[in-house]
């Protein structure tokens, strides 16, 4: 396996432990007063937020190095009005597996462990596979891909979970490829357990929780008693509903653990503490692991690496240290940024759908006043594809460099092989020519596949413009992202006759990059990077501000998510209007629009209270084929289509689901699929002559349709 040295930050480094109190109220000290005004429009934020997620209960906090907030929304337990505080308890999911890397770090340092022995040697319980297994590979998730631990109502002893893990063979060599298993990190669970002679819960109290005061740890059980404990719910069809009653114990070493958000915020002082792990295993944390296919380890094709339990990202050029994790009725995040050292926690007590990050991500930009997650707007798909390899550079290149120091490679020969893979796949000309093999090549830019050629070009601009700018040189670009990054090392290097020309961009490039960053700074305003959408936003105001600014601009903030996130119901009309006004080449405005305009013209009122707010209506088809053509695989597809028709139908909305599969159908006329949902949608609302005619249809495009067969059938009882 290849590995990227990348040690830990000076600033990381030298950090030292502060007394962790929580401050109750924001203007008890000079530091709480300073974010007061912030604080009280998150705790704003927050509501509205947990109204639209349905969230029952809330607990979040942050720690910086003068100061700790913390604060609990809504209900603990929503049947007894328990309100939700600082000291609720919530299951903490996967970040138990952080947990569990770094006992396994600590066993090693001890020299009870071996990182590379296979994990047969410690739990022999688990029988030998087709290849060997080795703990660093399960550490990274690239062990073959366990499964079997399984989730359900009753006790299971971690004995019978390494039985369950048996019964199932590898999916794959282990070394291969990435996949994310809690079944891999409860093998490690077991190990611990049999190189130490103790429970997994009581390592874990002994040699982490306890030293770092979080008395509030445990892991769980559903017969112990557990002081502020919170109910755990669902969402079904709209309405909050109690989980089935579930026992964690089976996921004890990958999921099986409780605790607060005060005690997550202390967690991340594993990382400063040397009395529990050494500069040496820390440096382990922070070192991305490849697979043999060449790529680096982790979600979303590493676009967050994984790491013993935790994931690191890129933020802005700025590294962030995340763990996380979800569970039937619990969400969990910790998220701690070295170089501001500031340590954010967030727990809830429903599972959110995908990885959200939303709520830290707004209180880490109240705070900073900088974006958590730049975006960049251009509507060219082969622009689409240039900005995308300028993030990789820039965020992956700086990462490397905040942790090391010092660029991914000192050869000069390697050093120009990696502009020159720059220049050759980071080009319009290329793009257009192929787009899939240019595409393809970016993506593949920051990998070990290629030899890392983004990370070794990024690496020496962030040494090169921390010559030029100092200690502050990240705080830089934090703000302003990776169009400055850029212009800032072209112009360094044109100013300097000497600088080897290997090192350098196209001319093609550069006066890409000029026009960009004029576009940019102009876009990207103080003002513009200030403004907050919400309910009370004046649309019309800010609306007249962005067109104006943005006219003529190829580059522009991407403000779509933050524009049709907004919820409140007239609202949400103009912003989804400025949103496809805006950017009015992106398939996701258009789509979100065409299906406001189908929403709006379904009954009198709707109509009327559109044409009040906003004007007369259009025709929504006109944005779903807009949107279709910028992207057939997207919002518009058949797929896609069908499937918000089958939600809208499952949740109730049997008209609303009629109204937009009849229009998919002008849209895709020759899919059996969309014939067939139309037609459940017919049998559901009664009309079963108009449900037989759209399965003959369907039948008549594709007669082996499965799913129209067996509504033919139904339709026969």
């Known amino acids: ?5 990348i040690m830990i930050s000076a600033l990381l480094l030298a950090a030292c432990l502060h007394p962790f109190k929580a401050v109750g109220q924001t203007e008890a000290s000079p530091a709480g007063a300073k974010y007061a005004e912030r604080l009280r429009r998150f705790e704003e934020f927050v509501r509205q937020q947990m109204e639209h997620d349905k969230i029952p209960g809330l607990t979040i906090g942050f720690r910086t190095e003068d100061y700790t907030w913390l604060k609990g929304f809504g209900y603990a337990d929503l049947e007894n009005r328990v309100p939700a505080t600082e000291r609720s308890a919530y299951r903490l999911a996967s970040i138990t597996k952080a947990f569990t890397g770094v006992a396994i770090l600590q066993l090693v340092e001890q020299g009870k462990m071996k990182l590379d022995d296979e994990i047969q040697d410690y739990v022999p319980g688990y029988p030998k596979q087709q290849w060997p297994v080795t703990v660093r590979q399960l550490l990274f998730h690239i062990g ?45 669970g077991a190990a611990i357990e049999e190189v130490t002679g103790m429970p997994l819960g009581e390592y874990f109290r002994r040699y982490q929780w306890q030293p770092l005061g979080m008395k509030d740890t445990l892991m769980d059980s559903v017969r112990d008693l557990i002081p502020h404990r919170v109910q755990g719910y669902e969402v079904v069809r709209g309405e909050v509903k109690n989980i089935p009653y579930i026992d964690v114990s089976s996921r004890f070493g990958g999921g099986g653990a409780t605790g607060t958000v005060p005690d997550l915020l202390r967690w991340a002082r594993i990382l400063e503490s040397r009395n529990l792990l050494s500069k040496q295993s820390v440096e382990l944390i922070l070192t991305p692991v490849a697979a043999r296919n060449g790529r680096y380890a982790g979600f979303d094709d590493a676009s967050s690496y994984y790491t013993f339990g935790w994931m690191l990202s890129p933020r802005n050029g700025q590294g962030v240290i995340e763990a996380g994790g979800r569970q039937l009725g619990t969400s969990t995040n910790l998220i701690y940024i070295p170089s501001r050292n500031m340590t954010l926690a967030f727990a809830c007590n429903v599972q959110l759908p995908g990885v959200r990050t939303d709520y830290l991500a707004e209180l880490y930009e109240l705070l900073t006043g900088e974006p958590y997650d730049l975006r960049i707007f251009v509507p060219q798909k082969e622009d689409r594809s240039i900005i995308n390899a300028l993030f990789y550079v820039f965020d992956y290149g700086a990462l490397h460099f905040e942790h090391t120091r010092q660029p991914f490679t000192s050869e000069s020969h390697q ?96 006066r890409m990059i000029a026009q960009w960053n004029r576009d940019w700074t102009r876009t ?33 903030p991407g403000f779509i998510d933050s524009l049709l996130d907004i919820q409140d119901s007239t609202a949400s009309l103009k912003a989804a209007k400025l949103a496809v006004d805006l950017y009015p080449d992106s398939e996701r405005t258009n789509g979100n629009w065409g ?24 025709s929504p088809l006109r944005f779903f084929q807009r949107a279709l053509a910028l992207q057939p695989d997207g919002f518009a597809s058949a797929q896609v289509l069908g499937q918000i028709g089958r939600n809208w139908l499952q949740a109730g909305r049997g008209d609303d689901a009629r109204a937009l599969l009849e229009l998919a159908i002008e849209l895709h006329p020759r899919e059996a699929m969309v014939y067939t949902e139309l037609g459940k949608t017919y049998l559901k609302l009664g009309l079963k002559d108009k449900a037989n005619e759209a399965v003959r249809k369907a039948l008549a495009l594709d007669p082996q349709y499965g799913p129209a067969l067996d509504l033919l059938k139904e339709l026969a009882k």
Do not use: C
């Not at 020159?420 to 319009?428: D, G, I, L, P, Q």
């Not at 403004?531 to 600014?549: K, P």
């Not at 299906?595 to 259009?618: C, P, Y």
């Open 1 to 5: 396996m290849k590995r990227v040295s």
């Open 144 to 188: 073959g891909g366990q499964q079997g631990a399984g989730l359900g109502p009753t006790y299971v002893s971690p004995k019978d979970v390494v039985a369950r893990i048996a019964q199932h063979p590898l999916r794959f060599e282990p070394g291969m490829r990435f996949e994310y298993t809690t079944s891999g990190y409860n093998l490690l």
């Open 415 to 510: 050093l120009a092989e990696a502009f020159a893979y720059f220049n050759r796949s980071v080009s319009r000309e290329s793009l257009a020519a192929n787009h899939q093999a240019a595409a393809k090549a970016i993506e593949d830019g920051r990998h070990p596949v290629t030899g890392d050629p983004f990370i070794k070009v990024g690496s020496y601009i962030a040494l090169k413009l921390s010559m030029k700018y100092g200690v502050n040189w990240q705080r830089r670009y934090s703000t302003t992202g990776a169009i400055p990054f850029f212009a800032d090392y072209i112009a360094l290097y044109t100013a300097d006759e000497q600088h080897p020309k290997g090192f350098r961009f196209d001319e093609s490039f550069e």
């Open 524 to 556: 990207w305003s103080t003002e513009i990077r200030l403004l907050r959408f919400a309910a009370d936003t004046d649309f019309d105001a800010v609306g007249r501000r962005l067109r104006e600014a943005f006219a003529g601009a190829k580059v522009r």
């Open 595 to 618: 299906l406001v305009l189908l929403l709006m013209s379904q009954t009198s009122e709707k109509r009327a209270r559109f044409k009040q707010h906003i004007g007369e209506l259009e």
